[in-house]
């Protein structure tokens, strides 16, 4: 409610929030990503990142993305492609395909942009996209989070951002594999 206040009393602001606003909600390649990021910054605003599979939304992914959203003006989400999490995670993984995932993402009211990307790690996203903020699950351990070192050489931050405990992607297909097996 203060940041509308504000918004409000600052027509640059406002115009810029909801400049903002209207690139919301969208899936973008990774140039157009870090066009957006630049464009960001260059109003002043903190660009935060996160990436991850999102393969099926749960609470815990709303919580974490709703806190990271938190940590700046505008999040840019990092999805990893169905060629990477079959790296990653194995053969029956994922479950939805790449865009349906990022489709769903952009759809939440506390993310601006959704890239996907093709590498193991999001350490070229995080280089092209080049946040304020990098923002983690509390469970990977700080000196192991991929691209910290992109960040903080600009002056970025790398936040951790506790794990809802009971709320996993791996828990929510065993339920389901228990309750039809």
């Known amino acids: 409610m203060a940041l ?4 409000q009393a600052d027509p640059d602001r406002r115009r810029s929030v909801l400049t903002t606003r209207s690139l919301q909600r969208q899936v973008l390649d ?16 903190a660009v935060v990142f996160t990436n991850g599979v999102f393969d099926l939304l749960h609470l815990g992914h709303v919580r974490y993305l709703r806190q990271a959203r938190l940590l700046g003006d505008a999040l840019i989400v990092g999805v990893n492609s169905d060629a990477s999490v079959r790296r990653n995670k194995g053969s029956d993984r994922p479950i939805n395909p790449e865009d349906e995932r990022a489709e769903v993402l952009s759809a939440l009211d506390c993310v601006d942009a959704v890239v996907v990307f093709d590498e193991d790690t999001p350490a070229e996203i995080i280089r092209a996209v080049q946040p304020d903020v990098l923002v983690k ?6 000196d192991q989070i991929v691209g910290r070192d992109t960040v903080e050489a600009r002056g970025g931050r790398v936040e951790r951002i506790a794990v809802e405990e009971g709320h996993s992607t791996t828990a929510l297909v065993e339920r389901i594999r228990r309750a039809h097996g």
């Open 137 to 142: 699950g509390a469970d990977w351990p700080a």
């Open 4 to 7: 509308l206040g504000r918004d």
């Open 30 to 45: 990774r140039d157009q990503a870090a066009r957006l990021a630049l464009e960001l910054r260059r109003a002043g605003r």
